[in-house]
């Protein structure tokens, strides 16, 4: 790459206070950007920074060629917008994909789309299954998770049903889903009678068991040997999103270059 372009492409992350969930999450990304050679750098911010402040860092880091990609690790500070942040990211900059998921049901031409739901989309098609014409179930109406990548199934031509807290019947409508995406945050939420033989699982959910173990929304064991496919947590979406997240900044980098 260096040969090529004559520079490495560039992500940096900021991130703003102490969350700890969140400072794992960056130190994820920051290990793994840097394996893969990325130039990447964490700006950490403390909790009192202004909005002023974090804009102009913003505006610093969208004027730079070097960087490609910036991403601000949510949530911020209560006292911060959050969508004042996310606006000011330059467009082809903006490695998270808020910017081509605005408008409903499309992927705007020429944005990259969410990483986690491009992860779930990748995690799929690497089973060799097909997606066209498939029913596809998302649980759960998020907008980081839920919507876009409801958005992206219907890229790929699968039929979609998107179920959500008020949904009735959630397990006659998944024992009918050739796919399901769970997207809740909410263990157990699928459980084995309710899946469909052969049916590819991808579990998005990350939350805290009673036993204090990490589990996703799925229930593993009883989902597991109805599956043809089951990703589990940790270890299933969580390093794709990562994995995803390079591709995004690989993506913004060749845009860049190629200009
Ligand atoms: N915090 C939790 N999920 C996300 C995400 O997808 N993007 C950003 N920027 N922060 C997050």
């Known amino acids: 790459m260096d040969e090529t372009y004559g520079r490495r492409p560039g992500l940096t992350v900021i991130i703003v206070g102490e969350d700890p969930a969140s400072q794992v999450y960056v130190r994820n990304k920051e290990v793994n950007a840097i394996k893969v050679g990325l130039v990447s750098e964490v700006i950490r911010m403390p909790e009192q920074t202004t909005q002023e402040e974090l804009l102009a860092v913003i505006d610093r880091l969208n004027a730079d060629a070097t960087v490609d990609g910036i991403l601000v690790q949510l949530p911020v500070p209560k006292h911060i917008d959050k969508d004042a942040v996310i606006a000011a990211v330059a467009p ?144 299933g979406v969580g390093p794709m999103t990562i994995a995803m997240l390079i591709r995004n900044t690989l993506d913004c980098y060749l845009n860049h270059v190629r200009l």
Do not use: Q
């Open 92 to 235: 082809d900059k903006d490695v998270d994909g808020f910017f081509g998921m605005k408008s409903g049901f499309t992927l705007k031409h020429g944005y990259v789309a969410p990483c986690t739901p491009r992860a779930c989309i990748h995690l799929i098609k690497t089973t060799g299954e097909t997606i066209e014409g498939k029913h596809a179930l998302v649980v759960g109406r998020g907008e980081l998770v839920g919507k876009p990548v409801a958005t992206l199934l219907l890229n790929e031509n699968a039929t979609v049903t998107i179920a959500h807290s008020r949904t009735r019947n959630l397990g006659e409508i998944a024992r009918t889903a050739d796919i399901i995406i769970a997207a809740v945050g909410k263990p157990n939420i699928i459980t084995g009678d309710m899946v469909k033989p052969g049916a590819v699982l991808i579990d998005v959910g990350i939350n805290r068991g009673a036993d204090g173990k990490l589990c996703g929304d799925i229930n593993f064991s009883g989902a597991e040997p109805v599956a043809g496919w089951i990703t589990p947590v940790p270890g």
